[in-house]
């Protein structure tokens, strides 16, 4: 009977370190972005799956829907399809900052190893407000959902044993 008992409970506790594992292995999908605002620039860094991301761009459906303006030829070298992809996303990659349109003066791709994501998208830009209220940004269809997070860096410079104290 003991020893039933100590059986079941080492099952149960298999099972459920098995459902953790499976748990803990799932990946998030979806293509993710963090737009930094600095003083006098916009950093977008944006995380995506390359494949689904030249697959979208490649979609007759997605081009007779008005998703993309122009369908990405399929034998392209490496080098002309990063060239099409910036040039893509460039252009419907939308930024405005109180109110006022930004242009992305740079684009930059670099591999990732993360899982779902293997591809970063580096989007620069400058601005000439003092004080920025207002960030407002559209991410072109072919990226899919993004999730984006917001974030406005506070530089402090600390003497040796100084406190930071902080405002949000």
């Known amino acids: ?97 109180n109110q006022q349109v930004i242009v992305f003066e740079r684009v930059a791709f670099t591999t990732s190893n993360n899982e779902a994501h293997d591809l970063e998208i580096v989007f620069q830009a400058k601005h000439t407000f003092t004080t920025v209220d207002e960030l407002a940004i559209s991410f072109p269809k072919s990226l899919s959902a993004v999730h984006a997070s917001f974030v406005k860096p506070q530089y402090k410079l600390l003497g040796a044993g100084d406190t930071a104290k902080i405002k949000f």
């Not at 122009?70 to 034998?75: D, E, G, R």
């Open 1 to 97: 009977m003991y020893f039933l008992k100590k059986l079941k409970w080492l099952m149960l506790a298999c099972i459920l370190t098995s459902m953790s594992a499976q748990v803990s292995a799932h990946v998030l999908k979806n293509t993710t972005a963090q737009v930094i605002l600095r003083d006098g620039q916009v950093e977008v860094k944006v995380l995506t799956n390359a494949e689904h991301l030249i697959s979208a761009l490649q979609s007759e459906q997605a081009w007779l829907m008005g998703d993309i303006d122009k369908l990405m030829p399929t034998n392209l070298s490496a080098e002309q399809q990063e060239e099409f992809v910036k040039n893509a996303l460039k252009q419907k990659t939308s930024l405005r900052v």
